[in-house]
């Protein structure tokens, strides 16, 4: 399992996200046995078997529902502040199961939807109110007031832990009675974006449970870290059942608050993820039927159903899944050559992205429209589509090498341009090696740049020789997805981490957003504006200038559009999960996470 992603430190939680969730192919498979539906299962784990009463392993099949990519490796902890609990803890692709946060977001609409938050509001430019459910409870029978709120929050300000950058935006937040919080903008820093999205990603901890393991460690950090918290108390419809280095599993709280908010309970009574030891063994057993949905990259998903194998994508047909990132590449602006415009626009022309798509993920990627904003309801909305059309470009290999003519960039004897003296090449291309879709895709890029007479060759070293090459500028084209993921802030946060020039480092020192050095006064101005504006207009023409910028300027190319994560279904035991078109409103958030939780309330034996 491989993280396409780096941190950066403004938004830290937005990309610890996408490091529970990124994956990639190319791993190998054990076998795993067969087990049949609806009857009782024992998921692998060792020990002695015996029966269902006396082994908490053992569930009934027709109650459990089975999940995997999710968690590679023995769970260590379930404690939020470690900095890398395990399934269900983790951020980003199960955070309403145990531990709830205030608001979800939903994939599609890019809405937030109330939780243990019943609405929110800005009472001034300064000041978001956050109104809570009055009948939300900890498990353990305790209520859910607004001091947990203002706990959870301000354990990110004493603690450098996963929501402490949120404070960079936050002054202050506060309880107004037992069901109300006001959140406080940094009057020096007012990004309303940012403070939205902390109301939908920081999970909820009970004050009167952590106060007490705070005290015991007596506020150190690496103490509360040591605590394993393996029977956590939350206020999702979920509790601990029994994990062991094979499988987690948790069970149905029967006595779950948000009966009052769906209606009714969720239909798995236990839901366990089996950890396997690559993708190909979780394929193995997810075609087979013994895992019911997937957060796994499957190549060529739809052998599945030819197969006959009650297997299941969001969407119908291609690309199958609903887009969440744009793995790209950046350019050096120090570089000779690469320093042109005209130049990046030509190896953009160049770029054959359909075959991208088809040999490095299966054809997941729907056909490349140039944008800040993925090509989805939600993100799309906020620029003029026309407006930006004539500078969007296509696959024209035949326009590029026009394009690069009329600049005088002239072919040399071997084929190579040269312009202005320069020669066009040879440039390296790079990402880690072993992420072998993106390595699929940096092979491409440079064999269609020959067809344009500029010469790129692939550099592929391992992770943290490219981290370090990314972050210090010590590259002349590299790979990395801008921040991604589903929340408010998008699309302001992934321009900001490609065109946001203020604060970043120069080349040779470390920079965590706006790797290859690109600067526009214009674009910075707009960039800081947008998390100030809330007219609706307003917005629309600021996004669609700041796209105009880099559709004009071409800091970087995105290659593909790529799944948040990859939620495949099979409905040999549980049916009725939400697909396209199907009037339910219901994300494809592998039902566990955001509003995909709703999921759970709709699926059937």
Known sequence: MKVHMIVRPMLMLLLVVSFMVAGCQGVTPPPTGESPPNQEVTAPGGGEETSPQEDPRATPRNETLYVNGLQWGAPTNFNLLSGNPAFPINYGNSREL???????????????????GTKYEWTDDLTLRVELHPEAKWSDGQPFTSDDVVYTYKLGQRYDINWSNFWTYIEEVSADGEHAVDIMLNKDNPNKLTVLDSIELIPMLPKHVWEEIEQQAGGDLATIRKEINDDPIGTGPYKMYYYNDQKITIVRDDNYWGQVLFGKLPAPKYITHVIYKDNAAGDLAFKSGQVDVSQQFIPQVWKMWEDGAPVKTYLKEEPYYVPGSMPSIFFNMSKEGLDNPDVRRAIAMSIDYGK??????SGYSAPMQPSLTLNTDAESKYVDQAAIKPL????????????????GAARGKDGIRVLNGVRLGPYEI?????????????????????????EIRTKFPEAPVWTNNLQTGKFDIIMNTPAGGVSPSQPWNRAQTIMYSKGVAPIGEMAFWNWGRYQNDRADAIIEKIPTVTDEAE?????????????????SIPLMYRPWVFDTVNETVWKGFPQEGDGSNIPPQISMDGAGIKALYQIHN
Do not use: H, R
Request: net charge negative; charged share 15%; proline share 4%.
């Open 539 to 555: 917005l629309k023409a600021l996004y669609t200038e700041l796209t105009q910028i880099w559709l004009n300027d071409i800091p």
């Open 356 to 361: 991208i798509s088809e040999l490095a993920i």
């Open 430 to 454: 790079e990402c880690p090696y072993g992420w072998s879709d993106w390595n699929a895709a940096l092979e491409i890029v440079a064999q269609n740049a020959k067809a344009i007479g500029v």
């Open 98 to 116: 145990i531990y709830e946060t205030l608001f979800m977001v939903n994939q599609l609409t890019g809405e937030l939807e109330p939780l243990l």
């Open 392 to 407: 969007q470009w296509t696959t024209d290999v035949e326009a590029a090498n026009a394009l690069l003519d009329s600049i």
